[in-house]
């Protein structure tokens, strides 16, 4: 069965600091792992994903992200935070051959002038 | 068209109506997907359609729900005897195919008051 588990339900980082956004998942087989950002009132939209390729992934608006097996986690990164990236994230699991995506509960980043 | 299409985009009902609520996704899409979101809740899987195979229903929080995509394309998401507790936002995502490495993209969704 497929997991995600995101740490920290609201995140408030300055504007120009680091963004660091937690994601852990549970996976039995190789995974596939999405990052979406949701801002208010929108669907969601593609931040990046890991299809098994380069473990570094980079996606728009400067995040990026890292798939590291051995901790199974897929953190999410910016190095300098900016008043538009306050929204919300999800973390997502699936995997090959199967039918669904698995989304964490999300994380609220604030932006702080 | 060019994205995930929901409507209605706001729907209010009262307590124990029926409502329908529809999606449009992406031509050329294959996998359908309806999930609900709660307030301060994530994401949480109802639904799944794949071209003309049976549909993952394993989601459905109960029988008062349902769903049909017709013709592979438009689907559309049935609650019965609305209560209070479905108030949330329903949405519908698309992907070309089930294979879980392809990206889903998501309508804007549709929001459920039931009062």
């Known amino acids: 069965a497929q997991s995600v588990t995101q740490l920290g339900s609201h995140v408030s980082v300055s504007e120009g600091a680091l963004v660091l956004l937690r994601c852990n998942y549970s996976s039995s087989v190789p995974p596939y792992l999405f990052w979406y950002v949701q801002y208010p009132n929108q669907g969601l939209q593609l931040l990046l994903k890991?299809?098994?390729?380069?473990?570094l992934v980079k996606g728009i608006n400067g995040f990026e992200a890292e798939f590291k097996k051995s901790e199974t986690s897929f953190h999410l990164t910016k190095p300098s935070a900016h008043m538009s990236d306050a929204a919300e994230y999800f973390c997502a699991v699936s995997v090959r051959n199967f039918n669904k995506f698995y989304f964490g509960s999300g994380t609220k980043l604030n932006v702080k002038p | 068209g060019a994205g995930v299409s929901q409507s209605p985009s706001n729907k209010v009902t009262e307590k124990g109506k029926d409502v329908e609520l529809r999606c449009d996704p992406i031509s050329g899409h294959t996998a359908l997907y309806w999930y609900r979101q709660s307030l301060g809740q994530g994401l949480e899987f109802l639904i799944y359609?794949?071209?003309?195979?049976?549909?993952?229903k394993s989601g459905l929080p109960s029988d008062r729900f349902s769903a049909e995509r017709t013709g592979g394309s438009v689907s559309t998401l049935t609650i019965q005897r609305t209560q209070q507790e479905d108030s949330a936002v329903y949405l519908c995502a698309s992907s070309l195919g089930g294979w879980g490495n392809t990206e889903a993209f998501f309508g804007q969704g549709t929001r459920l008051t039931v009062v």
């Open positions: 890991y299809t098994s390729a380069a473990t």
């Open positions: 359609f794949q071209g003309n195979s049976a549909p993952d």
